[in-house]
């Protein structure tokens, strides 16, 4: 079982950028899949949860500039990014389990980062 994100990179105040997590094996039907990310210095942040009956979670400090969905042909979770602010940049990392849980460390299923920076 393997979660991979991608997509990360440089961008600017007030664009877009779209991350991607691919899953492998039977995660992807995990009950909740969510983003979170870790800024330099500071403990791993919730972003943004996405259940399987469809519901979604947002961390207030994202709400409205981010959405998360699922395509579960492709096994993949996106994360578009809208109205990038610098306070943005961290690694951003994927995450599987059957509940939402606090900490990013309790998902059973945790995938690598990938880098976002936003440039003022």
């Known amino acids: 079982v393997q979660l991979q994100a991608s997509g990360g990179g440089l961008g600017q105040a007030g664009g877009s950028l779209r991350l991607s997590c691919v899953v492998s094996?039977?995660?992807?039907?995990?009950?909740?899949m969510t983003w979170f990310r870790q800024a330099p210095g500071k403990e791993h942040e919730f972003v943004a949860a996405?259940?399987?009956?469809?519901?979604?979670d947002y961390a207030d400090s994202v709400k409205g500039r981010f959405t998360i969905s699922r395509d579960n042909a492709k096994s993949t979770l996106y994360l578009q990014m809208n109205n990038l602010r610098p306070e943005d940049t961290a690694i951003y990392y994927c995450?599987?389990?059957?509940?939402?849980?606090?900490?990013?460390?309790?998902?059973?299923?945790r995938g690598q980062g990938t880098q976002v920076t936003v440039s003022s």
């Open positions: 996405s259940w399987k009956g469809g519901i979604t």
């Open positions: 094996g039977r995660t992807f039907n995990s009950n909740v």
């Open positions: 995450a599987a389990g059957t509940s939402k849980y606090g900490q990013f460390r309790k998902y059973p299923y």
